[in-house]
């Protein structure tokens, strides 16, 4: 089939790039993917670049939208946004190219978006933009640093169409992505409204699980006599009412292009719609008071050793350069509030190898994050010298050259 993905870019083009490799034929189009002497940047050729929305739409049976629906630059996770007011992501990118491509498409066609909007955007908003041909909203459960493995292998892949039919352009897209995808997922197929909702609300699902599981490490570390993991781990097997294992280690908070904005954005829902409370306020200030109560203790015991304090992973994952929504960015922050700058080290962001003396926290673990891909390991990035401190939210690290500090276990704290 001929397909074609416009918004080729860090989800975009390994999505377009599973497509090709199971045999379609892909075209793409990206502003950013154009070099300054007009050739492309496509490292591995199975996509076949355009320079116009018209050339990479023409004989395409279906089009894939994959363009960002960024949030305001004061959401990007550094600082506290909680006291911020709600706002709505912008959806102006996502509006200029649908009706570009609704001006050269026709009824043959179908464009499927699957940026991530609020409930009643595509309805209110985006959908009426297209009259010349056929409209499906299709968002995508994928993270950065598996994009590809995540896209090929969905808990389950969303169709929302006007009236949540499951025949039609539904079961056009389910035939098309099961000559892709490897898992045999489950297809959820509702009107646009119902799966705008469950991509938002699977998304500050995890959040309020992860804001859960930390402020029982938040209890841990105040109460004392506790291994949070002893706790989250009783939790997390307890899949009859409450829940399954996954997000349920405590550590560094939630963090991302995705899940912290998707809370920010439904705060905006919640007033826009008058629903009386607000719970996304309440996850969002939790995971500020985690992240400033981590600073505290890092800064305790900076002044307790004399020592500095690092933050040993800056990226909000592992084995990523972004920084959207970073929570070892907001750990600093509270840090410098405390009148501590962080040294930051990261082989993406900051590389720098020390070696350093300091107070060292593991911000990240490749294990934690990437489980359920395969079993993961992890160097440490920098060189730590003895009399260093170690603190592992992680609870995982050993290493008996250094004071190393389970945060989150304070059965023993050493």
């Not at 841990?220 to 899949?239: P, R």
């Not at 294990?367 to 003895?386: I, R």
């Not at 401190?389 to 992680?394: A, G, N, S, T, Y």
């Amino acid at each position: 089939m001929n397909i074609a993905f416009i918004g080729c870019g860090k989800l975009g083009m390994p999505c377009a790039e599973e497509i090709a490799t199971a045999g379609h034929t892909v075209t793409g189009y990206d502003p950013a993917s154009v070099n300054r002497d007009g050739t492309f940047f496509n490292l591995n050729g199975l996509v076949d670049l355009k320079h116009s929305i018209a050339e990479a739409v023409k004989f395409a049976k279906i089009v894939f939208v994959a363009v960002p629906t960024p949030h305001d630059t004061d959401y990007d996770g550094r600082a506290p946004t909680a006291h911020l007011e709600p706002k709505d992501f912008s959806y102006d990118i996502v509006k200029d190219v649908l009706r570009e491509c609704d001006a050269v498409m026709n009824p043959a066609q179908m464009i499927v978006l699957i940026s991530t909007v609020l409930p009643g955007t595509v309805r209110r908003e985006l959908e009426p933009l297209v009259t010349n041909t056929r409209f499906v909203y299709n968002p995508y459960l994928i993270a950065m640093g598996s994009v590809a493995w995540d896209f090929v292998n969905p808990e389950m892949v969303m169709i929302g169409t006007e009236d949540g039919d499951e025949t039609g352009d539904a079961k056009e897209l389910v035939n098309f992505y099961k000559t892709v995808i490897k898992n045999n997922p489950r297809y959820e197929i509702g009107t646009w409204d119902e799966c705008e909702c469950i991509k938002v609300f699977y998304n500050t699902f995890i959040s309020t699980k992860i804001g859960l599981a930390n402020m029982i490490q938040d209890v841990a570390m105040k109460q004392g006599n506790i291994n949070v993991d002893v706790v989250t781990n009783a939790l997390a097997k307890s899949t009859k009412r409450i829940m399954g294992p996954q997000y349920m280690t405590a550590g560094m908070g939630d963090g991302g292009a995705c899940h912290p904005r998707d809370n920010i954005a439904l705060r905006y829902m919640a007033q826009e719609l008058d629903l009386g409370y607000d719970i996304f306020d309440a996850i969002m200030n939790a995971r500020e008071i985690q992240a400033h109560n981590l600073a505290k203790f890092l800064v305790a015991q900076a002044k307790e050793h004399n020592l500095p304090v690092l933050i040993h992973g800056v990226a909000y994952k592992p084995d990523v350069p972004y920084k959207d929504g970073s929570y070892s960015l907001l750990v600093a922050h509270y840090c410098e509030q405390l009148g501590y700058y962080p040294i930051l080290v990261d082989p993406h962001t900051h590389p720098q190898r020390g070696p350093f003396t300091a107070v060292a926290l593991l911000a990240h673990n490749a294990n934690v994050t990437y489980k359920y891909m395969s079993e993961q390991t992890q160097d440490l990035y920098c060189l730590l010298s003895e009399g260093s401190i170690v603190v592992d939210p992680w609870r995982q690290y050993k290493d008996d050259r250094y004071k190393v500090i389970h945060y989150g276990n304070t059965r023993q704290l050493a």
